[in-house]
């Protein structure tokens, strides 16, 4: 009966950490991915395996914040520092959002394209839908819709098991850390970082929690919630890799962007493995189109002072759903411009995400730290020891990358 009881509470309270860890496997990371097993094999995949740590760490914090505080991020930021630093860090959030909700529109022209739909047929419909998703459906239709999205992730392990890849070598690349030490292999380095611990995904599941409206006795749900949807996008980005260390990288052929991956696993990895990529790449991406826009949304009426919920109505939550409509409309159009330079944005947005960390970790480390704020549940000596480490790490790759940057 206990046990019953402890499983409904835990259904009760899945969501945040799933659907926050799940949306940073979208085109933007699963294109680093990929560039990342094309170009360098199994060698890196220690990398994803200390992102996806860190991940745990600081998605813990931001679930822990949203539940003890009620509020978002950038609002605890406003209360702890200041209205002007708290625009510093919206202002950085946009701009990478913006960017990155780019690459969600660019996963579904892509995706799409695949199957021989035309990028002016796909994003609009795909912008409408998830417009109509979020302005029309209440909170738990939003959950509800984004879980069965997210259940197409295991595409990405189905396709990475279809690639009969060499288990001993992946086995090492996890374990085995190795580095390139020339700009492009500093900045996929650095783009993995971001793109798998990414500014907006810390936002969201802040907002998420407290959208959500977890209680403190929720706690130690959540952190299973967390660890579950952290493990996931570790494993199936490790799986996007492998997929294409064991294909790609084998053969020597390089690849600009996911769906080039999708198209170039077909002749040594089969049919299925390629049509599972692709159908991956558009399920991804339409899961964090309608994540970005609503994580943005949150921050800009955490910041405003103006707070507001999904199911609140478009008339009573003017900035909350007037910024996502923008977020959404920006983006699409700037993916529909003929020429626009989809696979940089894509990629080096990821490489942006990494850098605006650093200064948002230091924010979120300060408010942990505060008992005034966090109470009982403030980061002790050995939490504190553990983000120091991973914010030392981020530090490393963001200077190597500075470094190798101006030598070039």
Not at 117 to 134: D, H
Not at 200 to 209: P, V
Request: overall charge neutral; glycine content about 12%.
């Amino acid at each position: 009966m206990r046990r019953a009881a402890s499983l409904g509470a835990l259904l009760a309270v899945v969501g945040p950490g799933l659907l926050a860890g799940l949306s940073d496997d979208d085109p933007a990371g699963i294109t680093t991915y990929s560039i990342l097993g094309a170009d360098h094999g199994y060698r890196l995949l220690w990398v994803l395996l200390v992102a996806t740590a860190a991940l745990i760490v600081f998605h813990e914090l931001g679930a822990r914040m949203g539940v003890v505080t009620g509020q978002g991020l950038t609002g605890l930021i406003r209360e702890r520092y200041g209205v002007r630093v708290a625009l510093l860090a919206l202002i950085a959030l946009v701009v990478a959002n913006v960017g990155t909700t780019c690459a969600e529109f660019a996963g579904v022209a892509a995706g799409m394209e695949l199957a021989g739909t035309p990028r002016w047929v796909s994003v609009p419909v795909a912008a409408a839908a998830v417009s109509v998703l979020v302005v029309r459906g209440g909170f738990r239709s939003v959950e509800h819709v984004l879980m069965v999205l997210a259940a197409v992730f295991a595409a990405y392990v189905v396709s990475g098991v279809l690639a009969h890849p060499d288990w001993g070598a992946v086995g090492r690349g996890l374990v085995v850390p190795s580095m390139p030490f020339d700009r492009d292999g500093i900045l996929l380095v650095t783009a993995a970082v971001g793109t798998t611990l990414a500014p907006w995904g810390l936002a969201f599941i802040q907002s998420y929690a407290v959208d959500k409206r977890l209680s403190v006795r929720d706690l130690r749900y959540e952190r299973v919630d967390v660890v579950t949807g952290a493990v996931l996008t570790g494993v199936i980005g490790a799986m996007v890799v492998v997929a294409c260390a064991a294909t790609l990288h084998a053969t020597g052929r390089s690849i600009g962007d996911a769906a080039d991956a999708a198209l170039a696993l077909e002749p040594v990895a089969g049919g299925l493995a390629s049509t599972l990529f692709g159908v991956g790449l558009v399920g991804s991406a339409l899961l964090a189109a309608s994540i970005l826009p609503m994580s943005t949304a949150y921050s800009v009426s955490e910041v405003l002072g103006t707070e507001a919920a999904l199911d609140d109505r478009v008339r009573d939550a003017p900035v909350f759903y007037g910024t996502f409509g923008a977020v959404t409309l920006v983006a699409a159009a700037l993916v529909l411009i003929p020429g626009a330079p989809l696979v940089q944005i894509l990629y080096l947005t990821q490489a942006l995400n990494a850098v605006l960390l650093l200064p948002l970790l230091v924010l979120i480390v300060g408010i942990c730290r505060d008992r005034r704020i966090m109470g009982e549940h403030a980061l002790g000596p050995r939490g504190m020891g553990i983000v120091s480490i991973t914010i030392a790490l981020l530090a490393v790759c963001v200077g190597a990358l500075g470094v190798v940057s101006v030598a070039g």
